[in-house]
């Protein structure tokens, strides 16, 4: 089935690590929605439709009356299946009773929360609005509506050290979540906390700590029934996120909003990543559009799908890659960073932390 993914780019305050398309003036969120409801108009009427996912930004800064309206357009050009997946991005300074009720009457049964840290040292070094205790509250609140839970975890933020990541990583098992997205920082050199970083007045945890620390995250989190099943993402029986498989499996979907891209008929396109222009031309606010040659395509295959944890089947690895291939297999295994899964290989813990570079050896 298809997937849609809205953008709603509207922030409290800008992350010092964010790179993405927001904005902290919402004075500009009704126009902004006005434009969003014309892209969805323009889109083809009908498509069956199994995950929708409102990313951002922080859509739970958008109101309820604003969300019910892009809802309703939704629920008019999609075919929305009765079982999908519909998840939205939320902060915990924005979870409240009110919003759970009004996320649920929409029809919403997966929340994703911004924790990043249990540790306020570490998120006002990243600027966040909230604390410890708020997303604690934020979390249980989720949890007891009987909405699925995700929580968004950082590591090699500043000031982290090995007891501090360890004890946000059981703090976020013990409150029960079915699904953790554990990021590596990774930081935008134009983005305020990247140009700190350079000018040497903040300093980030050492690469080889850090290293540690994820590969005893996956054994923590494995022990804690939260199986890894992509690089970053981990999750309970049943609670794999859907909508990010579309992703990784070269599904089709189709983004609305700033700076939203889409996969269709084997081509990509976005729309542009300035908010007034997006504001006065969507639905024509597209910036960038390729069809995929055969060479794109193959190297899309190769990286997503040794992005997760079931890897590539090694017969579609050597038909991609030839010789190639089968050599690369080969000093994989030798060297640890590559183990069989059935059929298929895919990298061990080690091997994720130097994908991108190993990866590009096939390229």
């Not at 849609?4 to 790179?19: A, D, E, S």
């Not at 910036?287 to 193959?298: I, P, Q, W």
């Not at 579609?316 to 030798?334: A, D, F, H, M, P």
Request: net charge negative.
């Amino acid at each position: 089935m298809f997937s849609l993914y809205l953008h709603l780019p509207f922030c409290h305050t800008h992350c010092t690590y964010c790179p993405f398309a927001i904005s902290t003036d919402l004075s500009q969120q009704e126009a902004y929605v006005e434009a969003l409801l014309r892209e969805i108009e323009a889109a083809p009427r009908g498509s069956a439709v199994g995950t929708v996912y409102f990313g951002g930004g922080t859509p739970s800064r958008t109101s309820v009356a604003l969300l019910e309206r892009v809802f309703a357009r939704l629920r008019e050009r999609f075919a929305i299946a009765d079982d999908a997946e519909l998840s939205i991005e939320a902060n915990p300074e924005d979870v409240t009773s009110d919003a759970i009720e009004g996320w649920r009457a929409l029809g919403v049964n997966r929340v994703s929360i911004g924790v990043q840290s249990f540790h306020d040292d570490e998120l006002r070094a990243i600027a966040r609005v909230h604390d410890r205790v708020r997303a604690i509250e934020a979390i249980r609140a989720v949890a007891a509506s009987g909405m699925r839970t995700n929580l968004d975890l950082m590591l090699g933020l500043p000031g982290q050290t090995s007891e501090s990541f360890r004890e946000t990583l059981d703090t976020a098992v013990d409150l029960g979540a079915g699904h953790l997205s554990l990021y590596m920082l990774d930081l935008d050199e134009k983005t305020p906390l990247g140009v700190q970083v350079e000018r040497g007045r903040v300093t980030l945890p050492d690469d080889d700590l850090v290293a540690t620390l994820y590969v005893d995250a996956i054994e923590r989190l494995a022990r804690a029934g939260l199986a890894q099943y992509e690089i970053s993402n981990f999750a309970r029986d049943g609670e794999i996120c859907r909508h990010n498989l579309r992703y990784w499996t070269r599904g089709e979907y189709h983004g609305f909003g700033l700076g939203a891209h889409s996969f269709i008929g084997g081509e990509r396109f976005a729309n542009t990543r300035d908010l007034r222009r997006y504001i006065d031309a969507a639905p024509h606010a597209r910036d960038f559009h390729e069809t995929l040659g055969a060479d794109e395509v193959r190297r899309e295959a190769i990286f997503l799908g040794l992005r997760q944890t079931s890897g590539l089947h090694y017969a579609r690895l050597v038909e991609l890659c030839g010789q190639e291939g089968i050599e690369w297999t080969e000093r994989g295994l030798k060297d640890g960073w590559l183990h069989r899964v059935g059929g298929s290989v895919a990298f061990t813990p080690a091997g994720f932390l130097q994908s991108n570079e190993l990866m590009s050896q096939l390229f």
